[in-house]
């Protein structure tokens, strides 16, 4: 039976850290909203409570039936999660008197207790709450403390329980790694077992016990986590899976093409449908850019439908679903910022069962399985491309020359990305999460060519570091590369005469324009 440690997530935004810190540990966890702890649970080894935003004295805040699992299984107790406990166990939370947050030393930790284990005399950690435990439970003990903070962290003498105000998932806290090794191999026991190998051997064997002799169906976007998911089903149930990749003509320059020949090289049936001039004609005079995603949305879904149905012994849709695109769709706090199209609405009729076999991966480890199923390094080192393609990335209406425009300065761009190697060896490609140019196409401004006025319009190189692209930062890409990149556009782009380049993180901003 395959291990798993669950996370019960109270609403924290470093909840899914938690969960990719022990997955780095080679363990299996789930992330489940804090009321779903499961019926089931022998193959449970431990459980650890997320942060939370809220106070637990709020009349909302998220309540937990405790004995479910304590007692039963080791807990370990996170920020909020700790102040639940000493809550709900007769300790004390109460307002502190500045809100604590950012750095702290610990002190008089108690390195008999197997939590610390390896830990030196100090350490630091990150603290961020507005609460603080007065008073623990009775059958507690404090096991570390900081100058402000006395009960930084405890554990229950009668129960396999420990609680810490700090956060050992963020990086800011010099020993998390450790001690969360100490809870989930130490204490939970954990065998270690999860590897991309062992994914890969148990998916394959899931697969063809899913699906029989099924025939099934997948969209495919040129991107990771479809082009991993397409691998893998092809590993497990050969040409019984045929694959859809729709061109809405709005693909990087070329790469409708490209992506077709790295499928046909990875011995996967893709049928290629070049619908762009539907897109063009639907989109003809819309600016508002929410009004475009929705169009390009439902003309996705009408011509994947179309081709679909052509398939008519089709039982299943495979989806390059990972886990974050899950986790968020439980989000407490979320709220639609824009709305993302995924290839869904398949008509009732169809009666297609989804088939999703990476949704419980991170991003990283999608990666780390494409390289074990023997995918080719470029293709799965691909930087992120949003579904409605350059369309956000072209301010105002949507023409094929605008396209074409964005589509060369783009293609300059992100070649010499791929070409300029770092004073570390490093591709500067694959130091950014993601980049591409943005059309700034309702702007105009004054140049001069030559002897010439020009008045055309600018680009907007964007490049940005991140994790999980729930928030992220500007690159900071070397100036040497930017002053080549804005040459040859100017040069060599008609239509453009200035290159700027947007410094914004996400928040405030996001990632593409629209
Ligand atoms: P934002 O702009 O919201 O983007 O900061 C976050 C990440 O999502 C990608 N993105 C999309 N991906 N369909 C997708 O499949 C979409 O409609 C879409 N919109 C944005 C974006 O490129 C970035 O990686």
């Known amino acids: 039976m395959q291990q798993k440690i669950i996370i019960l997530d109270f609403g924290s935004q470093t909840t899914q850290l938690i969960g990719r810190r022990v997955r780095e540990l080679d363990t299996f966890c789930e992330i489940l909203p804090y009321n779903k702890y499961p019926e089931e649970d022998d193959d449970v080894i431990g459980v650890i409570l997320s942060g939370s935003p809220f106070s637990v004295h709020d009349p909302n805040a998220f309540q937990v039936q405790l004995d479910r699992f304590v007692g039963r299984k080791p807990v370990l107790g996170i920020c909020y999660g700790a102040q639940y406990i000493a809550h709900s166990n007769g300790g004390r939370v109460e307002r502190a008197d500045s809100r604590e947050y950012g750095r702290a030393i610990l002190t008089s930790i108690d390195h008999s207790n197997p939590l610390f284990e390896g830990f030196g005399k100090e350490s630091q950690v990150w603290m961020s709450h507005g609460d603080t435990i007065t008073a623990i439970p009775q059958d507690c003990r404090v096991i570390a403390s900081t100058a402000n903070v006395r009960y930084a962290a405890y554990a229950s003498e009668s129960v396999p329980l420990w609680a810490v105000q700090f956060h050992p998932e963020v990086y800011h806290t010099s020993q998390g790694k450790q001690m969360l090794k100490n809870f989930v191999v130490d204490i939970c026991h954990s065998r270690q077992e999860w590897s991309p190998a062992s994914f890969v051997r148990q998916t394959v064997a899931e697969l063809r016990e899913q699906l029989g002799n099924d025939r099934v169906i997948l969209g495919l976007s040129g991107g990771v986590d479809s082009s991993v998911c397409a691998t893998l089903l092809h590993q497990a149930i050969g040409e019984?899976?045929?694959?859809?990749f729709v061109d809405h003509g709005m693909l990087r320059k070329n790469e409708f093409q490209n992506v077709l020949d790295a499928y046909q090289g990875l011995g996967l049936h893709v049928i290629g449908v070049d619908a762009s001039e539907k897109f063009f004609a639907d989109l003809a005079g819309v600016t508002d850019p929410e009004q475009k995603r929705k169009i390009i949305g439902r003309d996705f879904v009408e011509v994947f439908n179309a081709e679909a149905r052509k398939i008519t012994d089709a039982r299943w849709l495979a989806q390059g679903t990972i886990y974050p695109d899950r986790i968020e769709s439980l989000s407490i706090t979320g709220m639609t910022i824009k709305s993302h199209h995924n290839v869904g609405g398949l008509p009732k009729e169809m009666h297609l069962r989804l088939c999703e076999p990476l949704q419980w991966l991170f991003k990283d480890e999608v990666r780390r399985v494409g390289r074990e199923l023997g995918m080719p390094e470029r293709l799965i080192k691909r930087h992120p491309f949003p579904g409605p393609g350059l369309a956000v990335r072209i301010l105002g209406d949507i023409t094929r020359e605008r396209v074409r425009i964005l589509q060369e300065a783009d293609d300059i761009y992100i070649?010499?990305?791929?070409?300029?190697?770092?004073?570390?060896?490093?591709?500067?490609?694959?130091?950014?999460?993601?980049?591409?140019?943005?059309?700034?196409?309702?702007?105009?401004?004054?140049?001069?060519?030559?002897?010439?006025?020009?008045?055309?319009?600018?680009v907007a190189l964007r490049a940005v570091t991140s994790t999980d692209a729930m928030t992220a930062d500007w690159a900071h890409?070397?100036?040497?590369?930017?002053?080549?990149?804005?040459?040859?556009?100017?040069?060599?782009?008609?239509?453009?005469?200035?290159v700027c380049y947007d410094i914004s993180s996400k928040p405030p901003a996001t990632i593409e324009w629209e």
């Not at 019984?240 to 859809?244: D, E, K, M, P, S």
Request: hydrophobic share 40%; with cysteine.
């Open 477 to 498: 890409l070397p100036y040497d590369f930017m002053a080549q990149v804005s040459n040859e556009i100017i040069n060599r782009v008609r239509g453009v005469n200035r």
């Open 415 to 458: 070649n010499a990305m791929l070409n300029y190697r770092c004073e570390d060896g490093e591709l500067l490609y694959d130091k950014v999460w993601q980049a591409g140019a943005v059309l700034l196409s309702t702007v105009r401004s004054v140049g001069v060519m030559g002897d010439e006025r020009t008045y055309e319009h600018p």
């Open 240 to 244: 019984r899976l045929t694959c859809i």
